[in-house]
């Protein structure tokens, strides 16, 4: 693989003299790009806690001992009424944590995605070769960030397959991390039918940002 | 008239089956003994039954005839036929010497009539009787282990599979289309001719040279780019100096394309081509652009690709010499976005026939960021299922094994090395993420 430098995530930090054939680099770079994130949020990031001091504090502590999190099959709501103050960034900072404290003895197997909700029901309702294989990534990989869950209703047909795929997940002991704006199991319910609500809420850490919007800060 | 019969057949089906599997010798051809001696020949020679013109032109009075008759009636007949003929001399002498002898005329007949008993019967080996043969071979791999194997320049995989066997090994590179089988192919073949022994390299694709640029890489690291394209990322001196060194290397590297093989490459003609050149180890760069000796009218593709496998198989048995054949695997194999994997045996493109005759089959997968990922899917002395990783610098031609928690390498070895890859970013000033 040809290491670009420039490229590498640990540029800065790293005193491995020897670029050619990195395995760390190239292991980090097939799990990123198969980790259905952007290309920009592929990026580490720096966050703000002063506003959110104590939700900060606990996803730190979960960023410290995020293989144990994942081997355990944990699961994790962050939510907020307003927008723009972190959630995705705090999910996208745990997986990215993730990634790099597996990539040695990866051996180039998908670990993590990142699957923004109202966009999954497209794809899956693409009955095509891209679909059986987003179906397969979500039910196995050890830990996916469902973004933005619940931000608009689901049909019941929506809601049965997003049901599918998380219980088989939850049954297999596999972790997940839901971002969404609802607070309440009751508004939870009515987003995403019952069955699905109380998965989300009752078998995750809830983590509740109160902060305003900062995007324009970041 | 029966054997008019029999060689009118072999000519008109172009299929010598029944002569070989009936174990027919010329004796069997009374008054035809050249006519089968020249079919026999020419299959050797040149891989294939003379067709009609070509023997008439060298038989021209000879009647051909048109058969209807099954392949079991003119076995039975010939056969008949060919006792009738050893007969008659025996019974002629036994009427001689019963004038004089009829004591010396039973004796006779009763040795002779033993002999007269034809032998339709298969040569094997003993494997209780001869038990002792197989201890003597046991001992010599055990001690001389570079005479029975030879590694196969991925230091992992010699793990899994012991190595390439230097007999009876007919050994499977499958993948899809353009995935590096050719690359692999040619780097096993290198890494054995860097052991100082001679390779054959039959490339139907591509020519000589760019095979031989292919082997430069693969030998001493020279930019494959740099190479084919002339480019000036070459060190021109350093170039010049190694190739003027090579040829003071003893063993050879032949490269044959179809056209040395007059556009039909047989397993007949493979053999000569061993023989011709001594070769330690074979590599054959598409088992579909070989040509089936066997082939019959209304063959397809699978029949035919099962008869060059068992062939091959045949070649390797009988010259101690390893085969390595590339195969193309279908559409079905493994999809292009899949990000894991490797194609499965099933999808061997036109014969499941040849995985079953190889003695190990070696899946592989380049994924587009120079991740080569080699699977075992048979090996008939070891377990399958094997995985291995490989960072592949496909221009510098090395190969960096990338260890991981689910590969097939001893748990020890494994473990160590990753270790030592987490050990190397120690030093990391602080936590990136």
């Known amino acids: 693989m040809v290491l670009r430098k420039e490229d590498c995530w640990y540029k800065n930090v790293c005193t491995y003299d020897f670029c050619t054939n990195c395995i760390r680099y190239s292991e980090m770079k097939y799990l990123m790009q198969n980790s259905g994130l952007s290309k920009n949020r592929q990026r580490p990031i720096a966050l703000d806690g002063s506003r959110d001091p104590e939700p900060f504090k606990l996803l730190a502590d979960i960023k410290g001992d995020i293989v144990n999190f994942v081997n355990n099959g944990e699961s994790l709501y962050i939510f907020s009424e307003k927008t723009g103050n972190g959630k995705t960034s705090w999910a996208i900072k745990l997986l990215l944590k993730y990634f790099d404290s597996i990539w040695a003895g990866n051996g180039f197997r998908v670990r993590g995605y990142f699957q923004h909700v109202p966009s999954l029901f497209t794809t899956l309702k693409d009955f095509s070769k891209s679909h059986e294989s987003l179906r397969n990534t979500l039910m196995s990989v050890d830990l996916v960030i469902w973004d933005d869950i619940a931000s608009t209703k689901l049909s019941d047909y929506d809601a049965q397959q997003l049901l599918i795929i998380i219980d088989q997940r939850v049954s297999d002991g596999l972790a997940n991390i839901y971002t969404g704006n609802l607070t309440s199991q009751d508004a939870l319910t009515k987003a995403v039918g019952q069955r699905l609500a109380s998965r989300i809420w009752n078998m995750s850490t809830l983590v509740e940002f109160k902060g305003k919007d900062r995007r324009s800060e970041w | 008239m029966v054997t008019l019969q029999i060689i009118s057949k072999i000519l008109a089906t172009q299929d010598l089956s029944i002569v070989e599997n009936n174990l027919l010798t010329a004796d069997y051809f009374v008054g035809y003994e050249d006519e089968y001696n020249y079919l026999i020949e020419h299959k050797k020679a040149y891989g294939n039954v003379p067709d009609k013109a070509t023997f008439l032109s060298k038989f021209p009075d000879i009647e051909l005839v048109d058969v209807t008759e099954s392949d079991r009636y003119l076995v039975d007949s010939i056969r008949e036929e060919y006792l009738y003929y050893k007969s008659v001399p025996v019974i002629q002498k036994a009427a001689e010497l019963l004038k004089s002898d009829s004591n010396a005329a039973a004796e006779y007949l009763i040795h002779s009539l033993q002999e007269l008993q034809p032998s339709y019967r ?31 320049g991925f230091e992992e995989l010699d793990e899994l599979i012991h190595g390439i066997q230097r007999e009876e090994e007919l050994i499977v590179i499958f993948a899809r289309t353009n995935q590096g ?47 084919m394209w002339g480019k000036d990322d070459i060190d021109e001196k350093e170039y010049s100096d190694y190739i003027a060194e090579l040829p003071k290397n003893d063993n050879r590297f032949i490269v044959s394309t179809p056209n040395d093989f007059n556009r039909q490459i047989t397993v007949t003609k493979l053999k000569n081509w061993i023989q011709q050149y001594k070769l330690d180890l074979v590599a054959v760069d598409g088992i579909t652009y070989m040509t089936d000796e066997r082939y019959k009218r209304g063959d397809n593709k699978t029949t035919t690709l099962t008869n060059i496998s068992e062939d091959l198989m045949s070649l390797s048995m009988e010259l101690r010499v390893p085969i390595l054949v590339v195969v193309q695997a279908n559409r079905g194999g493994v999809s292009q976005d899949d990000s894991d994997g490797t194609p499965e045996l099933e999808t061997i493109r036109d014969s499941d026939g040849i995985a079953h005759n190889a003695s190990k089959v070696i899946s592989i997968r380049q994924t587009k960021d120079g991740i080569l990922k080699i699977e075992i899917k048979k090996q008939r002395f070891g377990a399958v299922g094997g995985k291995l990783n490989y960072q592949w610098d496909i221009d510098t031609g090395s190969f960096v094994w990338v260890p991981a928690e689910d590969d097939a390498t001893k748990p020890e070895k494994r473990e160590r090395a990753i270790k030592t890859e987490r050990k190397k970013f120690s030093g990391d000033k602080e936590d990136v993420f």
């Open chain 2, 181 to 227: 089988k050719s690359w692999v192919l040619e780097k096993m073949c290198t890494h054995v001719w860097q052991l100082g022994f001679n390779v054959g390299y039959v490339s139907p694709e591509m020519g000589a040279n760019s095979i031989g640029y292919r082997f430069d890489t693969l030998h001493k690291n020279f930019s494959n780019k740099g190479l």
């Open chain 2, 122 to 152: 298969l040569s094997g080996v003993d494997i209780i009787a001869d038990a002792k043969d197989r201890y003597n071979q046991f001992k010599e791999r055990k001690e001389h282990q570079e005479d029975w194997f030879f590694t196969c």
